[in-house]
């Protein structure tokens, strides 16, 4: 089974703080994505990779980045947490042909 | 991408069939249709894509108009596990748009006993 494994599945950050959320899939996809998921607002996409050390912004970049230095892990970091930035975080993956993407779990995170 | 419209919410009886519309009128000869779902604290789900052939596998059938123009999903028989959100998504199979998968706001699909 492909796996799509989010770090953390809750997380509660101050303000201003750097936030790191981390994502492994290890299926070997060369496609990972971002995206962040708010009531009413529906699942929107932040940053999405289809290689190593390559990114591309989605509909919603401002206030996030990412890395993704090794094949199997994409990460989002928060530089300066806000508390706009309370969301569900979730983490895809899928190979070059993107027929399906698989998503991990998400991660809840809370800026207080 | 082509944009998508979905009624916010449908009931199903269990062990009844689920037919789920969606609305893609300005989508382009290139786009596909997908269909995932979406249960409760779960990341989505994949269940289903096509061009302009009716597909079908394990988890659901998906029925696609002549011109192209709308698309239903089927779940032959629903259980009390299909109830979620389900996503229509349009998407390119090149250029800019490739890799992006843009979700609406879904049906809210609740199957009863």
């Known amino acids: 089974d492909v796996k799509v494994t989010q770090s953390s599945r809750y997380l509660v950050k101050r303000t201003g703080e750097k936030v790191f959320l981390e994502c492994v899939q290890d299926m070997d996809h060369e496609n990972m994505f971002w995206y962040r998921q708010d009531p009413g607002l529906g699942l929107r996409l932040i940053y999405f990779?289809?290689?190593?050390?390559?990114?591309e912004k989605g509909d919603i970049p401002e206030g996030y980045s990412v890395s993704r230095e090794k094949k199997e892990r994409f990460s989002l970091i928060l530089e300066s947490a806000s508390t706009n930035q309370t969301s569900m975080y979730l983490c895809a993956s899928s190979d070059s042909h993107m027929i399906e993407a698989f998503f991990g779990q998400g991660t809840r995170l809370t800026v207080v | 991408d082509a944009k998508t419209t979905q009624p916010p919410s449908m009931d199903c009886a269990e062990g009844r069939a689920a037919n789920l519309p969606c609305n893609h009128s300005?989508?382009?000869?290139?786009?596909?249709v997908y269909w995932y779902r979406q249960i409760h604290s779960q990341g989505p789900q994949y269940i289903i894509h096509?061009?302009?052939n009716n597909e079908t596998n394990e988890m659901a059938s998906l029925i696609i108009t002549e011109d192209r123009k709308s698309s239903t999903l089927i779940l032959p028989h629903a259980t009390l596990r299909d109830t979620a959100v389900y996503y229509c998504?349009?998407?390119?199979?090149?250029?800019?748009?490739?890799?992006?998968?843009?979700f609406g706001q879904g049906t809210i699909l609740t199957v009863h006993p």
């Open positions: 990779s289809y290689d190593v050390k390559m990114k």
């Open positions: 096509g061009l302009k």
């Open positions: 300005t989508i382009s000869g290139n786009e596909y």
């Open positions: 998504i349009v998407r390119g199979a090149g250029g800019t748009s490739y890799g992006k998968l843009t």
